[in-house]
């Protein structure tokens, strides 16, 4: 943070900046108590999630500070999106290694609130505090699915088909453009960073870095028709591994089927080790789903008439382990991350 | 932390040290998924709290691991034993400079069992990652109150009557006697460190300084007979405060009837400056409540039934403030700590 005028005291910065958040929210209390209360819907669960941002890991000292607001939300609620659960409150422990500035309060704030009205939920409570080390956003999410139907990670099945939405590597060109800019980038690829259309055009991508978008719009088709279903935060291969690991399953995957941006598939097709951003690199936030085959045509109807695009990238199969192939068939490995490519 | 075998990475800590914590809760999902579910008991509301706390700020590198782990979950179920909730799990989010010592999670994550245990509750989720700074440990709790009763901070009213579970200033004797020793103390009281009795005997004090006692057990006089509650986590002039701030009302509050152990009554008596101990320093987790007048001997009553004292110690009034009289009736004012006079 620059220098400027900094808020001193946990009251002032909940009092100005924090409780017009909880307003609405009845259990929140002001965000005056110690606790706050949420009262479910008959028949539902409650489903909890905690995923804590730091500066210098998760996001950094010179991101627009709304964008860090909406993001630190936004990474919580995916993972309420993948389970089919509807977003209804959450908490906010931060820390501070130094009085926060007024002013980066108030754009993280505005963040916060945009992030919040768009999934439909509220602040209802937290902590402030003072403490040696990075800022930190700790965040603990809410929300509520019918009893018994939260969408497991672990239920996938050898033939289920595997789904991911919208596109991947998106973030990490995002994350690359925001180191080196665009005009450093695009050329490399062919690409004229000034061009307003695809496939030049990059501003989605450091949209996808910044503000993710949770796929809550996918509720209906997961709850009605997926087997198994995770967000994808450290990558596709990362990621599917787990599920494939918690499911007592194997995966293989065609490259060639995986969605990307038109920027992302230029610079992929340029530079083919950047498959490893599409395949393997972090903080898309897509929803990755497993279908049973009988569900699938049903998947992907519910999925295009709530706006969601969803891909067929590849199956569920015995044994262990992904495997990626490429278009002659051919296996391929991925180191863990890709976006230090770009 | 000094040297030691090391774990490395999220997966063996979670499977190693947490799992065995999530065992016999089935929305836990044996922590192999991103999320957990709650099932709420019908007609009930799940009442959430958290509360970070930091090594260097809220414990000690060479504090036991084990009272690390009692205390974090300890000083969170604290807040729901003043609302009347039931504990029912909790996440937690584990920060590391470093890749932990193996013989410090074990004892960390023992001391954490043997606290859920006596709470009735089961790890449910969380993370852990490595980022620099002090070890933090961020744990978020879940409780129940039939709908709509959970007791609230800001409902007081003139002429309740102010209630304090236990003894006050236990804690505060407690990191005095972590800091410089019985030996180097209890002298300066006429004391003697090696008498196994009151008032020589201070080892209840240690032990609420590392391992305090939420008051579950004051859940059915609370949920029954109080207005409004808090627990005691910063002092009782600054919580009371709060809790009159918050209500619209005042309250004045006679020194004498502060309930305190032998060990700290005489300190108190010895060096009167620390009567500040008992009236303004933190961490002692007892609770605080406004009881109606005629409810008082209802109160009493289920308390004493269940085995937490509780004493009342002065009343809220009109206007606003706090105001502590001494056995002349005159008005005494406090430093905003305590301990450090130890």
Not at 47 to 55: F, G, H, L, Q, S
Request: net charge negative; hydrophobic share 45%.
């Amino acid at each position: 943070m620059t220098a400027g005028k900094r808020i001193h005291g946990e009251e002032a910065i909940i009092q100005q900046f924090l409780a017009p958040l909880a307003a609405g929210y009845a259990g929140a209390y002001a965000l005056k108590d110690d606790c706050a209360a949420i009262t479910p819907t008959p028949g539902h669960d409650v489903i909890v999630k905690t995923d804590p941002v730091a500066e210098g890991v998760h996001f950094h000292a010179d991101d627009p500070p709304e964008d860090i607001g909406w993001k630190a939300l936004a990474v919580n609620v995916s993972d309420l999106a993948a389970k089919a659960a509807r977003p209804v409150a959450y908490l906010m422990a931060l820390s501070f290694p130094e009085a926060p500035e007024a002013d980066w309060m108030r754009r993280f704030a505005d963040g916060l609130g945009d992030a919040q009205r768009a999934f439909g939920m509220h602040l209802i409570g937290g902590d402030t505090d003072r403490r040696p080390g990075p800022v930190s956003i700790t965040i603990t999410v809410f929300g509520e699915v019918p009893s018994g139907r939260m969408v497991q990670r672990a239920a996938a099945k050898p033939g289920d088909r595997l789904y991911v939405s919208g596109a991947l590597g998106s973030a990490a060109l995002g994350l690359a453009l925001r180191r080196n800019g665009a005009a450093a980038l695009l050329p490399r690829w062919g690409l004229d960073p000034r061009a307003p259309t695809a496939p030049g055009d990059w501003h989605a991508a450091l949209d996808a870095y910044l503000r993710p978008k949770p796929r809550l719009a996918l509720r209906t088709a997961l709850a009605t028709h997926a087997r198994a279903a995770m967000d994808l935060s450290d990558g596709l291969a990362k990621d599917l591994g787990r599920m494939c690991k918690a499911s007592g399953c194997g995966a293989t995957v065609d490259l060639a089927r995986l969605p990307m941006l038109p920027v992302v598939a230029r610079a992929v097709a340029a530079e083919p080790a950047l498959w490893q951003a599409a395949a393997a690199s972090g903080d898309d936030y897509e929803v990755l789903a497993a279908i049973p085959p009988s569900e699938s045509a049903g998947f992907e109807a519910a999925a295009h008439r709530d706006g969601v695009p969803v891909t067929h990238i590849g199956d569920c199969r015995d044994g262990a382990g992904v495997e990626f192939r490429d278009a002659s068939g051919a296996t391929v490995t991925f180191a863990s991350t890709g976006w230090d490519h770009f």
